[in-house]
């Protein structure tokens, strides 16, 4: 009897051990793939394939990385890191992290978080010296939450981000008072992506460590996972490894023009540096295995919370999870991008499956790699079809213009880019040229060839669409009108510039043949035409610089020339006025000092107007 006990005993055994191998078996064998099913055995040959087929045509080089958990499933280097001298990238070739950088701000402030340092719902004035702000506009709280889901309230700001001389580059704090942008939207609602308020975050780091932002991230983030060949710091002089490499490694511009390097006040928002390898330490610290705690937290569940909704527009969409971007593939992602003036990076990961895409390119915005990459990884989103009825798409129809662009001063004139919303049919639109379906009431899903998909929302209010959420910032109609007169007010600059430079010709000849014998009215209409043929060619030298990561100082004098020329302008056109009140004009006279006289007006009205003097 005993005998038969432990004979069934020991075949019961036999069998459970032969199901538990089994099951780890098909377990391991599971993790082998990536999300999109790649075998991680020919992941190289399909990585390979794809990159090379941009390397030397789009892309001057890239480093690319795929992870699971702690372990690099795959890495490798492509292309140049100086393409004149034939230089490759190797695993010591440095990339700008760009925004990706706004990812240590974060890290950092969840470790605040979990010391009761730091409480994301608290007023962030409670944090920061006092009248701190000086633009505020609206009395609602701004709380860590709003910074880092994007929703201060702040303009967009196109000074003072990037400094080409290094003796210009000032300490946060003092980068913030300069870089202060104008507050345009009450705190929570509209997701406007911003530079500033990932470095007000970094900013509030230091308030309450007291230590320098990136003393703090050497401290608690490279030193934790022995980070040694990244750098933080705005002149990188903590690490003499990326100040040498830095400068070894060229970035390019589109054509593989090498672009010269810029230095970041605002550093806590793109200015970090490193190598792809440090990169992987970091992410994997972010997707620990099951059971284990990232090193950097000490709790488990705080990078659950960190990973969790912390902003959704609607239901079942992309939203942020405290400073990292949502996306939906065939598993939900967490990312970040990247770009600087001559370098990309963009970092993918899906938590729950443990899965990581890197990637590092000395090209700027670079996509083709960027974008096209982690489709492959992560494979397309698919989502169920619906049932109920579908709204008509009739109502999205019109123009939009994004919501993170500046609101104030000259630069808000530069914001022409507008994307047109045709419909297709009734559950069907095309924005410029990129076609949508709706798979639910006003959610919409765009897929390219190679699978990659994007989703748009529409928030809609008694019939009218009161914006439009892209998987990263809003959208928001625009009339026609409005169209029309930006479009009016740029068409009226450049005739002025051809009636200045041909007014000016003219005045310069009329008064060189009649130096000696010239009225007053007739100095004064050259005096007219060339105080407007300078301020025009001002105006266009101001916008010119402005796409050159100028500072506020750089521009200064243009916005000085500016403001003279409409005082000059202004005074002669008076002059002009009471001349024409006290006597009378030839009448083949008459015509040009009328038309002179009002294109000079206009152009006021329009620099004042247009903030084109600040």
């Given at each position: 009897m005993h005998k038969?006990?432990?004979?069934?005993?020991?075949?019961?055994?036999?069998?459970?051990?032969l199901m538990s191998s089994l099951s780890l078996k098909v377990s391991a064998e599971e993790t082998n793939y990536t999300p999109s099913g790649i075998a991680y055995s020919e992941l190289k040959d399909v990585i390979d394939n794809y990159v090379n087929e941009y390397i030397g045509n789009t892309t001057a080089g890239a480093s690319v990385a795929v992870l699971q958990n702690d372990e690099t499933i795959f890495k490798s280097n492509y292309g140049y890191s100086d393409i004149k001298n034939k230089i490759p990238i190797t695993d010591n070739t440095v990339f700008e992290w760009g925004s990706v950088t706004k990812l240590f701000v974060w890290v950092s402030v969840m470790q605040l978080v979990e010391e009761d340092k730091l409480d994301l719902n608290e007023d962030i004035k409670v944090y920061l010296p006092e009248n701190f702000f000086k633009k505020s506009q609206f009395k609602q709280p701004i709380t860590m939450l709003n910074l880092m889901n994007h929703n201060g309230g702040w303009e967009e700001h196109l000074t003072d981000l990037?400094?080409?001389?290094?003796?210009?580059?000032?300490?946060?704090?003092e980068t913030l008072e300069i870089f202060e942008p104008k507050q345009v939207y009450k705190p929570g609602e509209v997701v406007s992506y911003s530079n500033y308020g990932a470095g007000l975050a970094a900013y509030i780091v230091e308030c309450i460590t007291g230590m320098d932002f990136y003393e703090y991230v050497n401290q608690y983030i490279f030193d934790v996972l022995d980070m040694k060949k990244t750098s933080i710091h705005p002149l990188q002089e903590d690490n003499l490894f990326i100040q040498k490499n830095r400068q070894l490694t060229k970035g390019y511009s589109n054509g593989f023009k090498e672009r010269p390097i810029y230095y970041l006040g605002l550093y806590p928002?793109?200015?970090?540096?490193?190598?792809?390898s440090d990169m992987c330490k970091f992410v994997s610290a972010l997707i620990p295995k099951d059971g284990e705690t990232s090193p950097l937290f000490k709790k488990e569940d705080t990078l659950d919370f960190l990973f969790s909704k912390s902003y959704v527009p609607t239901d079942d969409f992309p939203g942020i999870s405290h400073g990292f971007w949502e996306h939906y593939y065939s598993v939900r992602t967490l990312e970040h991008g990247g770009n600087t003036d001559s370098f990309s990076?963009?970092?993918?990961?899906?938590?729950?499956?443990?899965?990581?895409?890197?990637?590092?390119?000395?090209?700027?915005?670079?996509?083709?790699?960027?974008?096209?990459?982690?489709?492959?990884?992560?494979?397309?989103y698919k989502t169920d079809n619906f049932d109920g009825e579908l709204p008509d798409s009739s109502i999205v129809k019109g123009n939009y213009w994004s919501m993170r662009r500046t609101h104030s001063g000259f630069s808000q004139w530069m914001n022409l880019i507008i994307n047109e919303v045709t419909v297709v049919d009734e559950n069907t639109i095309d924005i410029d040229g990129d076609v949508y379906y709706q798979i639910r009431p006003y959610v919409y899903q765009y897929t390219d060839k190679g699978g990659a998909s994007e989703l748009i929302y529409l928030d809609v209010i008694n019939g009218q669409v009161k914006s439009m959420y892209q998987e990263y910032g809003e959208y928001e109609p625009i009339s026609n009108l409005v169209v029309i007169s930006r479009l009016g007010v740029m068409a009226f600059l450049v005739f002025s510039l051809i009636y200045f430079i041909f007014a000016f010709i003219i005045s310069v000849i009329y008064g060189l043949k009649r130096k000696n014998n010239l009225s007053i009215k007739a100095k004064r209409m050259i005096i007219l035409n060339i105080v407007g043929f300078v301020s025009i060619v001002n105006t266009g030298i101001l916008f010119y610089r402005s796409s050159m990561y100028p500072s506020y100082n750089d521009l200064k004098i243009h916005f000085i020339v500016n403001i003279i020329a409409v005082v000059l302008i202004m005074f002669t056109l008076c002059r002009n006025l009471i001349s024409a009140i006290k006597r009378k004009t030839e009448d083949k006279r008459k015509i040009g000092y009328i038309l002179a006289n009002i294109i000079a007006v206009l152009y006021v009205v329009i620099i004042v107007a247009c903030g084109i003097y600040k």
């Open positions: 038969i006990i432990s004979r069934t005993m020991f075949t019961l055994l036999l069998f459970v051990l990037f400094n080409s001389n290094p003796q210009n580059v000032k300490s946060l704090k928002a793109g200015g970090a540096i490193g190598t792809l990076a963009q970092i993918t990961f899906a938590p729950e499956e443990g899965v990581a895409v890197l990637i590092m390119s000395n090209q700027a915005h670079e996509r083709a790699i960027c974008f096209g990459l982690k489709d492959k990884i992560f494979g397309s």
